[in-house]
């Protein structure tokens, strides 16, 4: 049965956990828009392990490019559950780390407040708990989250929701990570 976008999200794209560990296959999920249509548009991202359940400690990122090179991404375990987080606390999640005003680099996660940011450029910050909501600066868009999914200790992208400043497709306009 079809799923609209928001049940792909919720879901934790799940359906895409069939593959084998340590490879880059792609993974297709066909989606209809809110109103239940029939949406044309297919996803077509590859799999990408990105980091371990057990290596992480809270509030201390991990890096990473997907779908692209060049493309940085950004995964924390919050330390507190966190809207569609991932693993047994379900406090995991990554996002696009390029911000969305002008692209500037977030590098600086502020653990005791669950931010990411302030931006470098011109201040922004993101609150990694509630989707990447903007909370303070000039960006007015929040964040493009990774896709992820457990498999044992493994993580994996899976897809990207929303699109990365500074592509008018996140798949395409450069070179896929491997
Ligand atoms: S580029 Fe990040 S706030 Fe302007």
Do not use: W
């Not at 077509?44 to 980091?51: D, E, F, G, N």
């Not at 911000?99 to 450029?121: K, N, R, S, W, Y």
């Amino acid at each position: 049965m079809p799923m609209t976008r928001r049940e792909f999200l919720f879901a934790g794209v799940a359906t895409g956990a069939f593959v084998g560990a340590g490879i880059v296959l792609p993974v297709a999920i066909s989606l209809t828009d809110d109103d239940g249509n029939p949406d044309s548009e297919a996803l077509l991202y590859p799999r990408q392990r990105v980091a371990s359940l057990s290596e992480l400690r809270n509030g201390e990122p991990v890096f990473f490019d997907y779908p692209l090179v060049g493309q940085s991404n950004i995964l924390v375990k919050v330390g507190a559950p966190a809207e569609a987080g991932i693993g047994p606390d379900g406090d995991i999640v990554a996002f696009s780390n390029l911000c969305t005003h002008m692209g500037c680099p977030l590098i600086e996660f502020q653990a005791d407040h669950g931010v990411l940011g302030p931006c470098p450029c011109h201040f922004t910050t993101f609150d990694l708990a509630r989707d990447a909501q903007v909370t303070l600066g000039q960006a007015t868009q929040q964040l493009p989250r990774v896709l992820l999914t457990p498999d044992g200790d493994d993580i994996y992208a899976v897809g990207i929701l929303r699109l990365v400043y500074g592509y008018s497709d996140s798949l395409t306009g450069g070179e896929r990570v491997s």
